[in-house]
């Protein structure tokens, strides 16, 4: 074994040259180190400049994964709002599928820091050399020190082009977002977003570097280095103009559900759209005033029940509404599985200037509007799980809200809620948790929306 690695080494060191000294700026990196525990053989691991932000960088280590790292680090103190980006690939790639090669924010050299990574992977190629990564691009998280790390989304079956960790601090709110940019002019995407308050205005941010075996040396080739300050969120939406007046004085939500006639063959957003706005057919199984969007027919039901002091409530129509004052048990209180139906929310919600996190946890997808612009849509065939919008509120005031909500087969389930920037999360409207007033509109307010059909619903208020 001591054979191979010192062959390869060496084979490494003819590539490369001599090695970085530890204190001296290499490029845009003031840093360059191995964390955690790493063979390094003829003391060759390092960071070598080689072109106009182009870089070698040679790394043993274990893995970047568990309760400690250990890999190779070319980085910068950073301190605000910062992005840092790379596009990876692999001189010499060793003979594990999981070398890694990601842009990393971390706390402190620790192996057990707290760390945000994305992430990019060796993956499926045995040649010795080659050039391109798997197809593999996902968040890796240790939000407690000396914890286990773990995955945020994950994408597989392409390629990325680019990847890049950001901290962003926008009103009360500090994100970390992992970034990841397919190349073709596709532009970033939100692989993940965490909403971090506890973090140290100083951070250590940069290129990082796993063969994810101790018997060999990688060699990654790092390019389109670059740091960037006051990055914008990606993701965000900015809502639609404020409401020109106060739309009700009533809490909550009006929430109406529809069944289609004939369930038509592009069922699906499509289908829901053209159901909801009365292009197709549909039979008005009911409308009812709520204070929370809390909704579940059967299946999973996402995060708020009878366990954290929510309790579920029927879709309206759908099945017998029971009241949880009368029938606890009985909310929702059908036990049968309905299929393809659709639901409509209508609001008011009060915002403050600024950014809000603001989602829906839906079987299946869900599409939200503000200010009568989407800020947002989950995948359109889920299961019950959470998916957050970044919603920017251009002005302080009153904005209208509609969620439009499918359902297909199997499990129905709708929660609307809001994430604050503690990183609490609570339903849509809980202001004695903090959350943003919501209110129902009025006749005259839907109306004004262009959702005139609407007011002449008849409404069963709750009481």
Same mark, same amino acid.
């Given at each position: 074994?001591?054979?191979?690695?010192?062959?390869?080494?060496?084979?490494?060191?003819?590539?490369?040259?001599?090695?970085?000294?530890?204190?001296?700026?290499?490029?845009?990196?003031?840093?360059?180190?191995?964390?955690?525990?790493?063979?390094?053989?003829?003391?060759?691991?390092?960071?070598?400049?080689?072109?106009?932000?182009?870089?070698?960088?040679?790394?043993?280590?274990?893995?970047?994964?568990?309760?400690?790292?250990?890999?190779?680090?070319?980085?910068?103190?950073?301190?605000?709002?910062v992005r840092f980006e790379l596009s990876p690939a692999w001189d010499i790639g060793g003979t594990n599928d999981w070398a890694k090669i990601e842009t990393m924010l971390r706390v402190n050299l620790g192996a057990g820091?707290?760390?945000?990574?994305?992430?990019?992977?060796?993956?499926?190629?045995?040649?010795?050399?080659?050039?391109?990564?798997?197809?593999?691009? %996902?968040?890796?998280?240790?939000?407690?020190?000396?914890? /286990?790390?773990?995955? $945020? =989304? +994950?994408?597989?079956? &392409? *390629?990325?082009?680019?990847?890049?960790?950001?901290?962003?601090?926008?009103?009360?709110?500090?994100?970390?977002?992992?970034?990841?940019?397919?190349?073709?002019?596709?532009?970033?995407?939100?692989?993940?977003?965490?909403?971090?308050?506890?973090?140290?205005?100083?951070?250590?941010?940069?290129?990082?570097?796993?063969?994810?075996?101790?018997?060999?040396?990688?060699?990654?080739?790092?390019?389109?280095?670059?740091?960037?300050?006051?990055?914008?969120?990606?993701?965000?939406?900015?809502?639609?103009?404020?409401?020109?007046?106060?739309?009700?004085?009533?809490?909550?939500?009006?929430?109406?559900?529809?069944?289609?006639?004939?369930?038509?063959?592009?069922? %699906?957003?499509?289908?829901?759209?053209?159901?909801?706005? /009365?292009?197709?057919? $549909? =039979? +008005?199984?009911?409308? &009812? *005033?709520?204070a929370f969007v809390n909704l579940h027919d059967s299946g999973g039901r996402g995060e708020f029940g009878d366990w954290n002091g929510y309790n579920d409530q029927t879709f309206p129509g759908i099945d017998p509404y029971q009241s949880p004052t009368t029938d606890p048990a009985g909310d929702p209180f059908w036990p049968d599985d309905d299929d393809n139906?659709?639901?409509?929310?209508?609001?008011?919600?009060?915002?403050?200037?600024?950014?809000?996190?603001?989602?829906?946890?839906?079987?299946?997808?869900?599409?939200?509007?503000?200010?009568?612009?989407?800020?947002?849509?989950?995948?359109?065939?889920?299961?019950?799980?959470?998916?957050?919008?970044?919603?920017?509120?251009?002005?302080?005031?009153?904005?209208?809200?509609?969620?439009?909500?499918?359902? /297909?087969?199997?499990?129905?389930?709708?929660?609307?809620?809001?994430?604050?920037?503690?990183?609490?999360?609570?339903?849509?409207?809980?202001?004695?948790?903090?959350?943003?007033?919501?209110?129902?509109?009025?006749?005259?307010?839907?109306?004004?929306?262009?959702?005139?059909?609407?007011?002449?619903?008849?409404?069963?208020?709750?009481?």
């Amino acid at each position: 074994m001591c054979k191979r690695l010192f062959l390869l080494a060496s084979f490494i060191l003819l590539l490369v040259g001599a090695p970085s000294v530890f204190g001296e700026p290499i490029g845009v990196f003031n840093f360059s180190e191995d964390v955690g525990t790493l063979e390094d053989p003829g003391g060759i691991g390092g960071t070598r400049y080689i072109a106009t932000n182009e870089y070698l960088i040679l790394a043993g280590g274990s893995d970047i994964w568990g309760t400690a790292d250990h890999f190779h680090y070319a980085y910068n103190e950073v301190s605000g709002n910062v992005r840092f980006e790379l596009s990876p690939a692999w001189d010499i790639g060793g003979t594990n599928d999981w070398a890694k090669i990601e842009t990393m924010l971390r706390v402190n050299l620790g192996a057990g820091s707290v760390a945000y990574a994305t992430a990019t992977r060796r993956g499926g190629n045995d040649s010795p050399a080659y050039t391109l990564v798997g197809d593999f691009a %996902g968040a890796q998280i240790r939000s407690v020190e000396n914890a /286990g790390m773990w995955g $945020g =989304t +994950e994408w597989w079956g &392409r *390629i990325p082009s680019k990847i890049a960790s950001q901290r962003v601090v926008s009103g009360d709110y500090q994100l970390v977002q992992s970034l990841v940019d397919y190349g073709a002019g596709a532009g970033w995407e939100n692989l993940d977003t965490r909403i971090v308050p506890s973090l140290p205005d100083q951070l250590l941010l940069g290129a990082a570097v796993t063969s994810h075996s101790n018997n060999w040396l990688v060699q990654a080739r790092v390019g389109n280095v670059a740091y960037t300050q006051n990055p914008d969120i990606v993701g965000a939406k900015t809502a639609g103009a404020p409401l020109p007046e106060v739309c009700g004085d009533t809490p909550g939500f009006l929430i109406r559900s529809l069944r289609p006639v004939t369930v038509p063959g592009n069922w %699906g957003y499509a289908g829901m759209t053209d159901l909801l706005d /009365g292009v197709i057919a $549909g =039979t +008005e199984q009911g409308s &009812r *005033i709520e204070a929370f969007v809390n909704l579940h027919d059967s299946g999973g039901r996402g995060e708020f029940g009878d366990w954290n002091g929510y309790n579920d409530q029927t879709f309206p129509g759908i099945d017998p509404y029971q009241s949880p004052t009368t029938d606890p048990a009985g909310d929702p209180f059908w036990p049968d599985d309905d299929d393809n139906f659709a639901t409509e929310v209508l609001a008011c919600i009060y915002l403050t200037q600024g950014l809000h996190i603001i989602g829906a946890n839906s079987d299946d997808g869900t599409i939200l509007e503000i200010g009568g612009v989407e800020v947002g849509r989950a995948p359109e065939w889920k299961g019950t799980s959470n998916v957050d919008f970044l919603v920017i509120a251009p002005a302080t005031g009153f904005y209208s809200l509609r969620a439009r909500s499918m359902e /297909g087969g199997g499990g129905a389930a709708l929660e609307l809620h809001e994430v604050l920037a503690s990183g609490l999360r609570i339903l849509l409207g809980d202001t004695a948790r903090g959350g943003s007033p919501v209110y129902v509109p009025e006749p005259a307010t839907i109306a004004l929306l262009g959702f005139g059909g609407l007011a002449m619903l008849r409404v069963r208020r709750k009481r």
